[in-house]
Antibody
Framework: QVQLQQSGAELVKPGTSVKLSCKAS????????MNWIKQTTGQGLEWIGI????????SYNVKFKGKATLTVDKSSSTAFMQLSSLTPEDSAVYYC???????WGQGVMVTVSS | DIVMTQGALPNPVPSGESVSITCRSS???????????LNWYLQRPGQSPQLLIY???TRASGVSDRFSGSGSGTDFTLKISGVEAEDVGVYYC?????????FGAGTKLELK
């Protein structure tokens, strides 16, 4: 069955970076785009960007350009999102989603605090 | 960016009642291929969003036929026929027409 397994919760300090992972199984990883979504209580759901695992091609929401970097490792069917120069405003739950948003990871909570 | 605006429900809703959730987009989501790129999701408490409806009116795999989607290019409705306890949560609409994909703010459904 299709699964998107995300890495565990992160507590990180302001100004640092964090790299989140999303391991896919049960479908052809390289044939389906992977989306990343941010969820906060205040801003709701925000689409961060999308990556084509086959080509590595990406598109980003302008709001997250320079903040998020999407990559993949085809050998392990894993998608990654690196968030840089973290501030408290980056504290949120982050999801990966694929197959036309039909499948979502369980979400990972990132807390940015000194 | 396309702005998605959702309506509210008169919570709490009695079990068994039918409800409609509205969503409006700032731009037509009807594409030249004849499809309307509007998705509906349910996020139950503590869970990830679940896709209910795509292309405005097509139910996702495994979704109860109590859920139905309809609309035009800019005005959309998700109808739940006979609300049950498992339907409690927040409903989101989302446009998939153009980047950046955007979501509505959500509509909460509470059961009486």
């Amino acid at each position: 069955q299709v699964q998107l397994q995300q890495s565990g919760a992160e507590l990180v300090k302001p100004g640092t970076s964090v790299k989140l992972s999303c391991k896919a199984s049960g479908y052809t990883f390289t044939s389906n785009h992977m989306n990343w979504i941010k969820q906060t209580t205040g801003q709701g759901l925000e689409w961060i960007g999308i990556i084509n695992p086959g080509s590595g091609g990406t598109s980003y929401n302008v709001k997250f350009k320079g903040k998020a970097t999407l990559t993949v490792d085809k050998s392990s069917s894993t998608a990654f999102m690196q968030l840089s120069s973290l501030t408290p405003e980056d504290s949120a739950v982050y999801y990966c989603a694929s197959l036309g948003f039909d499948y979502w990871g369980q979400g990972v909570m990132v807390t940015v605090s000194s | 960016d396309i702005v998605m605006t959702q309506g509210a429900l008169p919570n709490p809703v009695p079990s068994g009642e039918s409800v409609s959730i509205t969503c409006r987009s700032s731009k037509s989501l009807l594409y030249s291929d004849g499809k309307t790129y509007l998705n509906w999701y349910l996020q139950r408490p503590g869970q990830s969003p679940q896709l209910l409806i795509y292309w405005m009116s097509t139910r996702a795999s495994g979704v109860s036929d109590r859920f139905s989607g309809s609309g035009s290019g800019t005005d959309f409705t998700l109808k739940i026929s006979g609300v049950e306890a498992e339907d409690v949560g927040v409903y989101y609409c989302q446009q998939g027409l153009e980047f950046p994909y955007t979501f509505g703010a959500g509509t909460k459904l509470e059961l009486k």
